[in-house]
Structure formats: C-alpha cells, structure tokens
C-alpha cells in the first residue's frame, strides 16, 4: 500500500465513522449486523487504497465480522428488551450455525477474494429478489421444519454468513418469514443469530489471516483494527435507533427498504467480479 497523506487519512476516518452510523441503524432496523453495509464500503476503500486483490475482500469479512460482536449485542439487547427474539428457538439451533460458520470461515480461508466477491453479490441479488416479491403473509410452511432439516437451515444460514461477513439477518430474516415468522420477531431474532456467527467467525478470521502478506497496516489476521475502531463506536450508538425505527416501521416498507440495501450491493460486487 502507498502512504497516505494526512488529508486522506482524515477523509478516511470520516468516512468509516458515516459508515458506522449507517451500519448501526441498519442493524437494529434489519436484524443484519450492518455487514450488508460494511462489506462493501471497505471492500471499496481498500481497493482505493491499493490493497492486493488477494486480501482486499477477505480483510473486508473479517473486519466486519468483528464489528458485528458490538454492533449485534447492542441491537440484539434492544429487540430482546421489546421481546422480539425467540429465546426457545436459539437454544436448539445455535449449534447447527456454529457448526456452519466453521465450515463456510474454512471454506473462505482458502479461496480467492474475487470468489467471495462472487459469493456475496449471488446471495444478496437471490434474498433481494425474494423479499419485494412475496405477497404480504405468504409462507412456505407454518413452522419451521423438524430435525434433521432444522439444523441444515441453521447449518447453511451461519456458513453462508460468515462467508459473506454479514449477521443473521440477511439470510435469517427471510428464513424465517418464509416459515411464518412475522417480520418483527424475525429481525429480533436475526440480531442474536449475528452474534452466533461474529464469534467464532472472527476468531477463524485472525486465524486464517494470521500472517499472510499484503494485509493494511494494523491488522490482526484478516481483521483491520482501524476500520474496527472507528466503525465500532457509531455503529453500536445508533443501532439502538435502528431498532426503534423497525417497530414504528409497516413491515412492508420494511421488507423493501432491505431488498434495496442488498440488490445494490449485490449488483455492485458482481458488476467487479464481471468486469
């Protein structure tokens, strides 16, 4: 990487600290960890910045996984005090998610970043064009599926996400709505499924990054301790805000507001894997 010039370091913590605000907000309000947001925006200022394409979205994961373990307990503390997280469903599905998270971090920890890129544009375009779609109260079942095929759903939500460097919500929102949750109660529980897969995922992100070159400075495995820092504080400030928003919100608007956040990420991460 170039040396930065003070103005642009500046510009820089400004932005992350915008990104952290924006982020926080998205959390509370979509159950996502704010990674839908975070991913992205650093994926893009370490392009600029002239970071190696074979670290660039790898660093991008797992900088986000780590803000998620703050910017989850906040918003996840926020829906479980207006009783929007179901605690009897965590506790018999937690470990089918870590048991995916391992899985996909393996699988992350030893691919290109240009195949992540792909991974994360695919599933954002597939759960953006589900949600505007779907009628109000469709469903594909009344409840979830017993076991074994419960813990395959888990299995896949914590494995997909912690590829894509995101919370539960993103895959888990949907999940859920299409077993007849209402868009509340699956948000709520989304954020605590966050914190299920930034755990262990940001602890495999420092693991596989540990000495690999061509990372920024000050990083800790794949985790950039800057980026975490100056997200971190905004983002945890303002999820609360989010979480507000999402019980004054009707929940159409609202499953429309994150079809829009995750097609424009997902048409911007192909549109650079593509061209």
């Known amino acids: 990487m170039e040396d930065l010039s003070i103005l642009s370091l500046v510009l820089l913590a400004g932005a992350l600290l915008a990104t952290g605000v924006v982020a926080g907000i998205v959390a509370g309000l979509l159950g996502v960890g704010g990674g839908i947001v975070i991913v992205p925006v650093l994926y893009y200022m370490f392009t600029a910045l002239g970071l190696s394409e074979d670290v660039l979205m790898h660093v991008a994961v797992g900088t986000s996984l780590a803000t998620i373990l703050a910017t989850g307990t906040s918003s996840a503390r926020a829906h479980w005090k207006r009783g929007s997280v179901d605690m009897v469903l965590l ?73 894509m460097g995101i919370g539960g919500g993103t895959l888990g929102v949907p999940t859920l709505t299409l077993f007849n949750y209402p868009i509340r109660k699956a948000v709520g529980t989304a954020a605590a499924i966050g914190l299920i897969i930034a755990v262990p995922g940001t602890l495999m992100s420092i693991y596989f990054g540990w000495g690999v070159e061509g990372r920024p400075p000050l990083s800790v495995g794949y985790i950039n301790l800057i980026g975490f820092a100056l997200i971190i504080p905004a983002s945890t400030y303002t999820a609360p805000l ?4 999402a019980h004054s919100i009707d929940p159409a608007k609202l499953r429309l507001i994150f079809a829009l956040f995750l097609g424009f990420t997902g048409l911007r991460m192909l549109y650079d894997v593509l061209v």
């Open 91 to 163: 506790k018999t599905w937690w470990w089918a998610i870590v048991l995916g998270v391992v899985a996909g971090a393996t699988l992350a920890g030893n691919i290109s970043g240009t195949e992540l890129t792909a991974v994360f544009g695919v599933v954002a375009l597939a759960v953006a064009a589900n949600m505007p779609f779907r009628k109000e109260g469709a469903a594909l079942a009344k409840s979830l599926p017993v076991a074994p095929l419960k813990e395959l759903i888990g299995f896949l939500i914590g494995g997909i996400s912690v590829m």
């Open 242 to 245: 989010g979480a507000k928003l």
